[in-house]
């Protein structure tokens, strides 16, 4: 990734600015890569509910923004989390939090924002393929069905091909058309950290989930569709590493 362009709004946020989408490059990767079948055939064990994946990622002590929806969401400790249990929880920010309430950037108080985020532990990326996004996006899905592939397979085959410059702990089902990767990165400097972004960015990645106090879907969660959010792909060596 050494010649990926870097341009962020912030080295706190690390949200890269829009960038056109490298077509060509990703048809390249997608006809090559992986299917979402051999995605999850190369995972290892998966926990089996919200409560497992986060202790196998989290130290009980650590302060984790959750909610239903992005309104309700509230900070506590995982060891409360677990008394009170998951429930109808369908959200988390993967950045574990410093405390209850920050300041935003329009200096209110509030209970998520970059001021009461803690370090990044992971760089969450999130493909979601669909139809009608735009012409050169459905010429790439239209090339896909002609090979028995959907776009789900496509999603996988680019979070296993960005395994090659971060390695990938797991991939959350959002419960609706997209895959969300969890990538560690204790450790990794920031610059390299926003080159990575830069680089999903350019393969048509939602930046979305970039900002580092920006609520994912829960692992094992259910959305308001009644759809799961599965877990996918585990990888329990990385993610005891990022621990």
């Known amino acids: 990734l050494s010649g990926t362009e870097v341009n962020v709004d912030g080295a706190r946020s690390l949200i890269p600015r829009k960038a056109k989408t490298?077509?060509?490059?990703?048809?390249?990767?997608?006809?090559?890569?992986?299917?979402?079948?051999?995605?999850?055939?190369?995972?290892?064990?998966?926990?089996?509910?919200?409560?497992?994946?986060?202790?196998?990622i989290y130290h009980p002590e650590a302060l984790l923004c959750c909610g239903s929806e992005m309104s309700n969401a509230r900070t506590q400790s995982l060891e409360e989390w677990l008394a009170e249990g998951f429930g109808d929880l369908r959200l988390i920010v993967p950045n574990p939090?410093?405390?209850?309430?920050?300041?935003?950037?329009?200096?209110?108080?509030?209970?998520?924002?970059?001021?009461?985020?803690?370090?990044?532990?992971?760089?969450?990326?999130?493909?979601?393929?669909?139809?009608?996004?735009?012409?050169?996006?459905?010429?790439?899905?239209?090339?896909?069905?002609?090979m028995g592939r959907t776009t789900s397979d496509m999603n996988a085959a680019l979070h296993s091909h960005l395994?090659?410059?971060?390695?990938?702990?797991?991939?959350?089902?959002?419960?609706?058309?997209?895959?969300?990767?969890?990538?560690?990165?204790t450790g990794i400097p920031e610059e390299e950290q926003a080159r990575f972004l830069a680089y999903a960015l350019s393969l048509g990645a939602d930046p979305m989930l970039f900002t580092a106090c920006q609520?994912?879907?829960?692992?094992w969660g259910i959305r308001d569709n009644g759809c799961v959010q599965e877990v996918v792909y585990f990888n329990s060596e990385v993610i005891n590493h990022a621990r």
Not at 104 to 122: I, M, V
Request: hydrophobic share 35%; aromatic share 8%; glycine share 10%.
């Open 163 to 185: 395994q090659q410059y971060l390695p990938l702990g797991m991939v959350v089902y959002s419960g609706g058309k997209s895959l969300h990767g969890w990538y560690p990165c």
């Open 97 to 146: 939090m410093t405390k209850a309430m920050g300041v935003n950037q329009q200096g209110r108080t509030s209970a998520r924002c970059l001021d009461n985020t803690g370090p990044r532990k992971f760089l969450l990326v999130e493909f979601d393929f669909a139809k009608g996004k735009s012409s050169d996006c459905d010429s790439v899905i239209e090339i896909m069905e002609t």
């Open 22 to 56: 490298d077509w060509t490059s990703v048809l390249t990767i997608v006809k090559a890569g992986d299917t979402l079948e051999t995605m999850s055939g190369a995972s290892g064990d998966i926990p089996p509910d919200a409560a497992s994946v986060l202790q196998a």
């Open 215 to 219: 609520l994912a879907r829960m692992p």
